[in-house]
């Protein structure tokens, strides 16, 4: 890298060592020691093999722009798989976070590896400003036209430990719906939202709940509560076409005791109300 100078506004600071990393370079501060510890770095190196930089104490990295607009971007990383039978499965981006410290108090936050958050700060603009924490793109965009085995855009998993405990609850994911405003449209807390226009040689389904291949006893697939006030309804269909409100997939339902009029009752479905066991019965057409 030979010499190039880094500076601050009131530190200065003077890179030597050698032209790549394989031996170590230095930041020698010129100057002053302990007045400003912000470095400005006006010109970015190229390192040519792997650096690690170690942070003590409260020390962090803070990049900061603040003219970003358009298609300009902030921090860009970008990264090419290259090998032809291993897949890149630790990411062109992995932030891991470990504790070893043993914790023997807690202000009631978790341990948290990644953190992202948009704010308007603005104080006008509010028929055209739109906020957005997080945007996400997994896709096969060959130009030769080759395709996929599968594609998955999020892959989260929440594991309590062989062998561990966990006191508390365990989710995969926890969406808050915070409405301490006024929002004129409608208060949603997930949109499934199928653009597909290609031709689809399986079944499509907007949620699917489906159960791994262990013997586990499962109590609900969806659970509906309330802590405090209430749903006016638990499912609704509002909107949109649709061939079947509801459709199961069992065959046979739980027996019946007796039959209708005409004697051609096939089943029924068994709810729970408050608790009891209650039936719904069903017939092979709609005249019986």
């Given at each position: ?31 002053v ?38 298609g ?25 976070l470990?504790?070893?410290t043993?914790?023997?108090?807690s ?11 948009n ?12 906020v957005?924490?997080?945007?996400i ?28 405990a ?15 405003g ?19 040689t ?18 609900a ?9 209430s ?15 509801f ?20 089943g ?21």
């Amino acid at each position: 890298m030979g010499n190039m100078g880094i500076y601050s506004s009131r530190k200065f600071y003077q890179l030597t060592g050698q032209t790549a990393l394989g031996a170590a370079d230095t930041l020698r501060p010129i100057g002053v020691l302990d007045e400003d510890d912000t470095i400005a770095i006006n010109a970015i190196p190229t390192f040519t093999e792997s650096v690690t930089f170690t942070l003590a104490g409260t020390e962090n990295i803070n990049i900061a722009n603040s003219t970003l607009e358009g298609g300009t971007k902030g921090v860009y990383i970008e990264m090419e798989a290259g090998n032809v039978a291993i897949a890149c499965r630790q990411g062109a981006l992995h932030v891991e976070l470990g504790r070893s410290t043993t914790m023997t108090a807690s202000d009631g936050n978790p341990d948290v590896a990644v953190k992202i958050t948009n704010s308007d700060w603005q104080d006008g603009g509010a028929g055209y400003a739109r906020v957005r924490g997080m945007d996400i793109k997994a896709q096969n965009d060959g130009d030769n036209g080759n395709s996929t085995v599968w594609i998955n855009t999020i892959y989260a998993t929440a594991e309590c430990a062989t062998g561990m405990a966990n006191s508390g609850n365990m989710s995969v994911a926890e969406f808050n719906m915070k409405n301490n405003g006024t929002i004129t449209g409608t208060n949603i807390g997930i949109i499934i939202q199928d653009e597909s226009q290609g031709a689809t040689t399986s079944n499509t389904f907007g949620l699917q709940i489906k159960t791994a291949n262990y013997n586990l006893t499962r109590e609900a697939a969806i659970d509906i509560s309330s802590t405090n006030g209430s749903w006016t309804t638990g499912i609704a269909a509002a909107s949109g076409n649709m061939t079947n409100l509801f459709s199961t997939f069992i065959t046979n339902g739980p027996a019946v005791a007796t039959a209708d009029a005409s004697g051609d009752v096939e089943g029924s479905i068994k709810i729970l109300v408050a608790g009891t066991a209650k039936y719904l019965h069903y017939w092979p057409n709609p005249a019986s």
